[in-house]
């Protein structure tokens, strides 16, 4: 008993002690179909002449300007006429954009061919007896085969064999629907439905077979409650909390975790789950007793159980503290498996750092939010958080009705749902995609950028279904911003595909690791690798260097006053803007030096954070004093590939101070304006130099620089100068839209 760890249910009842492109959907109108094989990698759907079509803003553009674009149109979205009484106390809904999943299940077997006891058929859905039958499948692939019958005297059995006559699964019990988990292909399937001593043989009203993404529910188990979907495959569930033959909730915690995930929508009654009816199935698992209490060893037997039976997404609304190998192994396999774990941060508005299974690598911990997107005041922190989702009093299914629960419980299952449709949507994708379409897409709250009460935002359903194919890379214990600690391994999960290439491990843009990539999983040991704190990126290459991914975890800038910035200074809006828009850090006395000339490298720095700058497409230095084992060299890679940074003879010269009017001309290639004709001429007397006699023009046009009669450009420009150029140049982005990358 002293092994174990007591885990307390996360709700309030119990508490425990980088910018992505766009894309939209649009019409396509062309005057023949035949078109479409001209727009074809952006084809999604097609009916008739009319396609539907998801790009950017700018590939928009270029397909309406095609000569046989008749018309493009937004394809606007209605939202569902939810009759669910208690749709509209959802609050959590509109917080996270939700919207009906646009996939829904699909009973694969409606049109098959079957032979039924020996007599061919095909099935149409209706009611039919019969003990042995025959389908035949060819490539169609089913995860589950579920078989409803007319009538209960007693047990009943359903076998499934595949053509070699090797058991499936099979599944006996006294329900009307019982469910059988297919844990691979076949193309012949025997199906045997038995009840041997029934005085009435038992009519199949329903023989249903799909192919569903699974996600495991480990908690305290559930009722068969009136709004629940079905896809909460109750017959398969499995009780290790008190040993009953089905995982009926003592509870009521795993009931209302259930509610969020899969209550029915439209149906009436209570309120609508998070994944209507897409093919998403639910695999409840009881681990957590009529106290919502349990052990870490009952926890790793129903997250193995789960790994057996199918399951990749594991919702675990649980914590507590202390750590066990039994459940650490276990969750360590599923993640290698490429199985997303999702626990609740728990309840206790305490740090994370020895609360599980929370803090376990590649665990997606979840906190919770209130209705103002502010942390919930119970939620737990710290850089195990990745995201965060509503958690305050959501009202949601009970064993006695309905019920509002408040805790990172509730959050949870938000993020489960979310993924589970993804996983439907991407089948192609990997885990680490899945979980960066979640980071990139959730909506900044709190702090800027990522922070430790909630993570990297609040997650965005529509935006992470409508992201373009995200990067293969993520580390699974390290966040922006975390500091690097002593004799602690840091986790980064690769994509298999990448296996046999070459990495690169960059800290503050300095080459500090190269290694070949063996497999999905590499462990470093950070600190003894880069002596240093800072922004940390990951480059993967093939044979010739060329980029083939990248992952940069910059550390977020926090606005915090500069002693020597006062607020007479004449530069002193401008500065604190700057801060404010993640462009400038200062120094760690916390002054800014205003006054201090700017430096090359400096520039490309400021630079890089106002224009998000990424990796090169090249993994090679430019610049013979620029090495990439330098700091910065990565940026200055990345500067130099655009075509910003010229250099002289060969040098970059990062050390050397920067005058106004070289400022004006990275200015100006950075904006891409060298091809940009001058509308308006500016007597600037003191710049003879033609190529920055155009930049300082170009800039003067757009209000960049003050239109005087001299512009000084052989002075040397000082930071707070910069600054001030700098957020002019952000508000011209803004108002103009101008293409930076």
Request: aromatic fraction near 8%; include cysteine; hydrophobic fraction near 40%.
């Amino acid at each position: 008993m002293s092994r174990w760890l007591w885990l307390c249910v996360v709700f309030f009842l119990f508490p425990c002690v980088v910018q992505a492109d766009e894309k939209e959907e649009w019409i396509v109108q062309v005057r023949h179909p035949s078109n479409f094989s001209d727009i074809q990698s952006y084809v999604v759907d097609t009916v008739g002449s009319f396609a539907k079509v998801v790009v950017t803003e700018e590939e928009r553009e270029h397909i309406s300007r095609l000569p046989f674009v008749l018309k493009m149109e937004r394809n606007d979205m209605k939202r569902a006429a939810v009759n669910d009484p208690l749709f509209s106390e959802q609050w959590s809904l509109p917080l996270i954009d939700w919207h009906m999943p646009s996939l829904t299940s699909v009973n694969r077997l409606i049109g098959k061919t079957m032979i039924v006891d020996g007599q061919e058929e095909v099935y149409d859905g209706e009611a039919f007896f019969g003990e042995h039958i025959v389908i035949a499948l060819g490539e169609e692939t089913l995860s589950r085969l579920s078989v409803t019958v007319d009538h209960i005297e007693g047990p009943w059995r359903v076998q499934v064999k595949d053509e070699k006559g090797t058991t499936l699964g099979e599944n006996e019990g006294e329900l009307p629907r019982l469910d059988v988990l297919i844990p691979r292909p076949s193309s012949t399937i025997h199906l045997y439905v038995t009840a041997p001593n029934w005085t009435n043989r038992p009519r199949i009203v329903e023989l249903k077979g799909v192919n569903h993404v699974l996600v495991a529910v480990i908690d305290s188990g559930v009722v068969r409650h009136e709004d629940l979907n079905d896809h909460v495959l109750y017959s398969v569930s499995v009780d290790y909390a008190e040993n009953k033959r089905y995982a009926d909730d003592t509870f009521g915690h795993g009931t209302h975790v259930t509610g969020i995930l899969a209550a029915s929508v439209n149906n009436g009654k209570g309120i609508a789950g998070l994944i209507g009816d897409a093919p998403v199935d639910i695999l409840p698992i009881k681990v957590l007793d009529r106290y919502g209490v349990g052990g870490d060893f009952e926890i790793a037997k129903g997250v193995k159980y789960a790994l057996e039976h199918g399951a990749s997404i594991i919702n675990l609304s649980l914590a507590g503290q202390g750590e066990t190998e039994v459940l650490k192994s276990i969750i360590e396999e599923a993640v290698k498996r490429g199985v997303h774990v999702v626990a609740a941060a728990g309840n206790s508005h305490m740090p994370t750092t020895n609360i599980y299974p929370a803090s376990y690598p590649g665990v997606i911990t979840v906190a919770a939010v209130d209705r103002q997107q502010m942390p919930l005041s119970i939620s737990n922190y710290g850089w195990d958080v990745e995201v965060s989702a509503p958690g305050d009093f959501l009202i949601s299914t009970y064993p006695s009705g309905y019920r509002t629960m408040r805790g990172t419980s509730m959050a949870a299952p938000h993020v489960s749902a979310l993924l589970g449709v993804l996983r439907a949507m991407y089948p192609e994708e990997d885990a680490f995609q899945l979980r960066n379409r979640i980071w990139k897409t959730a909506e900044d709250v709190y702090w800027r950028g990522y922070d430790m009460y909630t993570g990297y935002g609040i997650i965005q359903w529509q935006q992470a279904i409508a992201l373009s194919a995200p990067s293969n890379i993520d580390w699974l214990n390290l966040q922006p911003g975390q500091p690097i600690e002593k004799n602690r391994t840091y986790m980064l999960g690769l994509s298999s595909r990448f296996v046999g290439k070459n990495g690169h491990l960059f800290v503050n843009g300095k080459l500090v690791h190269s290694f070949v990539i063996h497999q999905a999983m590499m462990p470093f040991r950070l600190f003894d690798l880069a002596k240093q704190q800072g922004d940390v990126a990951v480059v993967i290459t093939d044979e010739q260097q060329r980029v083939i991914a990248s992952d940069v975890r910059a550390v977020p800038i926090r606005p915090t006053p500069f002693s020597d910035v006062k607020k007479t200074y004449w530069a002193y809006s401008d500065i604190l803007q700057a801060q404010q828009l993640g462009m400038i850090r200062g120094y760690e006395d916390r002054t800014f030096r205003p006054n201090t000339p700017l430096t090359r490298r400096e520039s490309i720095v400021m630079l890089a954070r106002l224009f998000g700058w990424g990796v090169p497409s090249i993994l090679q230095s430019p610049f013979v004093d620029v090495p990439l084992t330098a700091t910065n060299a990565l940026l200055v890679a990345t500067a130099a590939e655009k075509g910003i940074v010229k250099g002289t003879e060969g040098k970059a010269l990062l050390h050397e101070q920067l005058t106004r009017g070289q400022f004006a001309l990275l200015l100006m290639r950075a904006l891409q304006l060298e091809n940009e004709p001058i509308r308006s001429v500016y007597p600037f007397q003191d710049v003879t130099q033609q190529d920055m006699w155009k930049a300082v023009q170009l800039l003067a046009e757009r209000g960049i620089v003050a239109k005087t009669s001299y512009f000084h450009p052989n002075e040397r420009v000082t930071r707070a100068q910069m600054c001030a150029m700098l957020v002019r140049v952000s508000t011209l982005i803004r108002q103009h839209s101008i293409k930076t990358t």
